[in-house]
């Protein structure tokens, strides 16, 4: 197996997995809960969040991970690849004792692929935030539930680095405007590796 790349300090990934053969790791609405809850736990001492979607076979998550400078200090630095997988596993682990199920719940170890440029970050988010309706899963992105485009768009306090996201884009009007239409793909092709989760 692939040796994949540990996360680095101050870098932005593209991070995603998948159900092993393609199965639905969430099930109902309260799994998408306790993910979420579980990635607070894990994650946002380690990672700012900037855009996620989770759907039921998959989920993509773009962050940051943070300088160890900036941990508090009242937070050790914790490695962040362990972190990610520490969240994964404790996800599955209480998937498996929830429906009776054993083995694996996600196909491998998550995806990550480094975000080196402005328009690369843009694009990805779109993306991300069009998905479901992308595989079908709903006929209108904006009404998926599990994704962080609402949020983006709302004035309700949240985790997200939701100012940051709009700063990108200049105003959420323009937010709203570059989610009119699919993201150009080719322009980010290695960052959603030709789309590997076809629903």
Known sequence: MQKLPALQFGKYYHIYNRGINRENIFFEARNYVYFLALYVKYIETIADTFAYCLMRNHFHLLVRIIETFEVSQTSKVCDPTQQF?????????????????????????FGRIEVTSAEYFKNLIVYIHRN????????????????????????????????????????????????????????????????????
């Not at 404790?90 to 199920?101: F, P, S």
């Not at 595989?135 to 998926?144: I, L, S, W």
């Not at 949240?158 to 009119?180: E, I, N, P």
């Open 85 to 109: 997988s520490n969240l994964f596993n404790a996800y599955a682990k209480a998937i498996n004792k929830a429906y009776g199920r054993t083995g694996s719940l996600f196909e491998g170890r």
């Open 132 to 199: 479901p309706q992308k595989h079908g899963f709903v006929e209108d992105f904006r009404e998926y539930p599990y994704s962080s485009y609402a949020t983006i768009l709302a004035d309700k306090p949240t985790r997200l680095k939701r100012d940051a996201v709009v700063k990108w884009f200049r105003s959420q009007d323009a937010v709203r405007a570059c989610h009119q239409s699919e993201p150009d793909t080719r322009a980010i092709r290695y960052l959603v590796e030709d789309d590997v989760f076809d629903a």
